[in-house]
T-cell receptor, first 116, second 114 residues
Framework: AQKVTQAQTEISVVEKEDVTLDCVYETRDTTYYLFWYKQPPSGELVFLIRRNSFDEQNEISGRYSWNFQKSTSSFNFTITASQVVDSAVYFCALSGTTSGTYKYIFGTGTRLKVLA | DGGITQSPKYLFRKEGQNVTLSCEQNLNHDAMYWYRQDPGQGLRLIYYSQIVNDFQKGDIAEGYSVSREKKESFPLTVTSAQKNPTAFYLC?????????????FGDGTRLSIL
């Protein structure tokens, strides 16, 4: 069975602190894709990144970075020098080729509060 | 601008009433999806459609119905059979139904019972 676990329900940090959001997944697929989405208070989910199972290179985009480790089945997301605008709920998602090709499995989300 | 439009933003349902949530996209995407979001439960798939005139049940389809008569439209009806409809409903689309495609989401509809 496929599963995505985001154990951190809510995190609060002070502006300019670094913060890491954890994502642990389970799958038997050899080919799969991992995603991160941001849900600001307005409600829509915004796509942040996609990673396939064969690419374990870490990625950095501005203040955002992602660490993918197949050995620990983790795909963690770090925000450097957090800002108030980063406050949102962040979802990790998994999609596999044999799980039901046309749907994602979402984690329960981590609510990030960045305090000024 | 291209995107997904959901309406209304807020909706109230009376007992025994069916209500329909609208979802329209102008991204020319083949695949469309409906999710339900409850506090602390993430997103759960209700229905999805890979192509016009075709749709499949997701994990929690009971009490819901959909249609896909046009590529750009995928309305969701919450029927009176859905006993706990209060939730936040999100519509999404993707270029194709392949599992590696990111999904694009609308702003959501919040449904409550009167």
């Amino acid at each position: 069975a496929q599963k995505v676990t985001q154990a951190q329900t809510e995190i609060s940090v002070v502006e300019k602190e670094d913060v890491t959001l954890d994502c642990v997944y389970e799958t038997r697929d050899t080919t799969y894709y991992l995603f991160w989405y941001k849900q600001p208070p307005s409600g829509e989910l915004v796509f942040l990144i996609r990673r396939n199972s064969f690419d374990e290179q870490n990625e950095i985009s501005g203040r955002y970075s992602w660490n993918f480790q197949k050995s620990t089945s983790s795909f963690n997301f770090t925000i450097t020098a957090s800002q108030v605008v980063d406050s949102a709920v962040y979802f990790c998602a998994l999609s596999g080729t044999t799980s039901g090709t046309y749907k994602y499995i979402f984690g329960t989300g981590t609510r990030l509060k960045v305090l000024a | 601008d291209g995107g997904i439009t959901q309406s209304p933003k807020y909706l109230f349902r009376k007992e025994g009433q069916n209500v329909t949530l609208s979802c329209e996209q102008n991204l020319n995407h083949d695949a469309m999806y409906w999710y339900r979001q409850d506090p602390g439960q993430g997103l759960r798939l209700i229905y999805y459609s890979q192509i016009v005139n075709d749709f499949q049940k997701g994990d929690i389809a009971e009490g819901y119905s959909v249609s896909r008569e046009k590529k750009e439209s995928f309305p969701l009806t919450v029927t009176s059979a859905q006993k706990n409809p209060t939730a936040f409903y999100l519509c999404a689309s993707s270029i194709s139904p392949r599992s590696n495609q990111p999904q694009h989401f609308g702003d959501g509809t919040r449904l409550s019972i009167l």
